[in-house]
């Protein structure tokens, strides 16, 4: 089956500062992956998608990158805020099955 | 305002005593699904369903049953909680269209004793 690896560890960054986050997974390539903003008690936020033949996309402040060979994608803020403190999660899909994998997420501090 | 609903957002009950978990939204989506968040495990998609009286089962369907009887009304039915249920409930909905991007609704923590 498929597995996601994000770094259980919290990045701990200063304001102003890229912020760099990795899923990196195993098994079948996935059509497209997925980045999510969680909050504490709060339910995820879509931030933003890839799919298996894009390289990068971005969004304002956000990066996100897709190297199929390396079985990664790195997910960039750039010019962190405070504001942008959460636990960021990536998840993929094989084509047609409706069944997302989510990976457990990575804290992200943004300390001013 | 486009959103996704669950009632109730807290619940505590017994082991046994059938409850459901409704979940709701105002965007017309045909995609709708169940998720449960437990620490070091991530979101574990529960069942899902692809349009009215279309159900199926994600990757932990054990212990729940979902209907889908009208399109905006997707509730989680737990027939007899056990412990191991105690859990983070989170419904989503997507279009048939841009079915990559899940709406999610607020959450339901979940305490079976």
């Known amino acids: 089956s498929q597995k996601i690896e994000q770094n259980s560890e919290a990045l701990n960054i200063q304001e102003g500062k890229t912020a760099t986050l990795t899923c990196n997974y195993t098994?079948?390539?996935?059509?497209?992956l997925q980045w999510y903003r969680q909050d504490p008690g709060r339910g995820p936020v879509f931030l933003l998608l890839?799919?298996?033949?894009?390289k990068e996309k971005r969004k304002e402040r956000l990066k996100v990158t897709f190297d199929t060979t390396l079985k990664q994608s790195l997910f960039h803020i750039t010019a962190s805020q405070p504001a942008d403190s959460a636990t960021y999660l990536c998840?993929?899909?094989?084509?047609?099955?409706?069944?997302?994998?989510f990976g457990r997420g990575t804290s992200l501090i943004v300390h001013p | 305002e486009a959103q996704v609903t669950q009632n109730p957002r807290y619940l505590i009950t017994v082991t046994g005593k059938k409850l459901t978990v409704t979940c709701s939204q105002n965007?017309?989506?045909?995609?709708m699904s169940w998720y449960r968040q437990d620490p070091g495990l991530g979101l574990r998609q529960i069942y899902y369903?692809?349009?009215?009286?279309?159900?199926d089962k994600g990757d932990v369907p054990e212990g729940y049953k979902v209907s889908r009887k009208e399109k905006r009304n997707f509730p989680l039915i737990l027939e007899s909680p056990s412990p191991n249920q105690t859990s983070l409930y989170f419904c989503a909905s997507s279009s048939a269209q841009g079915m990559e991007t899940q709406y999610f609704g607020p959450g339901t923590r979940l305490l079976v004793l």
């Open positions: 998840a993929l899909e094989r084509g047609g099955s409706y069944i997302p994998t």
């Open positions: 098994n079948y390539s996935p059509a497209y």
């Open positions: 369903s692809m349009n009215v009286e279309v159900t």
């Open positions: 890839i799919r298996e033949n894009e």
């Open positions: 965007m017309n989506h045909e995609y």
